[in-house]
């Protein structure tokens, strides 16, 4: 019986099977994948330490599956195919509120009466903004807080809207724990987005965000322009991390920058 399983004929209903399956995700068809799935499938998502029935699927799909157009799925090799396996190695890129996050899978997909039954799903993330831990030493914490790749993106949308929208930097007193609250995570969900997806602490995420006002003021301010004053109400609370980090974002001082601020509102006026 396994030598059936295992030759030429099985191997081709297989390949038929998953090349079906390939292309149904690549054309982000959901009605399409899940038309694929056996009625008994056993999901393992390695990533997430879940495992998913047929009833759990479609919204696990739907979320999962890029719909943006900046959002990619990319095989990085060819499907592999033994008898009634498959393997799939693909790397899946999605939004988030700094930039595109990338993340590497692979799929062991086992078919059997033509359709998917058993998925072995094992993902990592690719850190290309930071230096330092392995993936595969990163994908324990992110089981642990229960995140998806999808889920990741979501978040960072949800962190940048709610910065743009309600300008909590604003307040010198926030931390994280109203910042989570606030996005409805977790303190270590969003810990974790920043330090591992977005690579920057949260302080640094704040104070960027604190920057970004005061330069827009700045742009909008009439001379003479007293920037400690829009430094604090921008939110920031000591002139050492306002001058710090205007430096390390600007590659300028606050008084050379407001000065060719002035400068060129002065050549405005005389126009």
């Known amino acids: 019986m396994q030598a059936d399983n295992d030759g030429p004929e099985q191997t081709q209903a297989t390949s038929a099977t998953v090349m079906r ?19 008994d499938i056993q999901y393992n998502d390695f990533f997430q330490n879940r495992v998913l029935g047929l009833d759990e699927l479609r919204e696990y799909v739907r979320v999962s599956m890029p719909r943006e157009s900046d959002e990619l799925l990319e095989h990085c ?9 498959a393997f799939i190695q693909y790397e899946v890129t999605l939004r988030g509120g700094d930039g595109l996050v990338s993340f590497r899978s692979s799929e062991a997909i ?23 831990a392995s993936a595969s030493s990163q994908r324990p914490a992110v089981s642990r807080l229960g995140l998806s790749p999808r889920q990741l993106s979501f ?36 810990s974790y987005l920043l330090n591992q997806v ?60 407001a000065k060719q601020i002035s400068l060129r509102t002065r050549a405005q006026d005389l126009s």
């Not at 399956?21 to 959901?30: E, P, T, V």
């Not at 090799?77 to 396996?85: F, H, K, L, N």
């Not at 940048?160 to 969900?189: I, T, W």
């Open 21 to 39: 399956y390939h292309l149904s995700w690549k054309h982000r068809d959901l009605d399409a994948v899940m038309a694929l799935y056996h009625p």
């Open 77 to 85: 090799d060819r499907i592999r195919i033994d008898g009634d396996t």
């Open 110 to 132: 086992t078919v059997r009466d033509g359709l998917i039954w058993r998925v072995n799903e094992y993902a990592s993330l690719v850190r290309a903004q930071t230096q330092g």
């Open 155 to 190: 978040m960072a949308d949800d962190l940048q809207q709610y910065f743009d929208k309600q300008q909590p930097y604003l307040d010198p007193e926030l931390d994280l724990q109203r910042v989570a609250k606030e996005c409805g995570y977790s303190r270590n969900q969003i």
């Open 198 to 257: 977005l690579g920057q602490s949260f302080y640094r995420y704040v104070n960027q965000a604190r920057l970004q006002h005061l330069l827009r003021a700045l742009d909008d301010a009439r001379p003479p322009v007293r920037i400690d004053e829009l430094a604090f109400a921008a939110g920031f609370n000591s002139l050492s991390a306002f001058y710090s980090c205007f430096r390390q974002h600007t590659g300028q001082s606050p008084k050379a920058y």
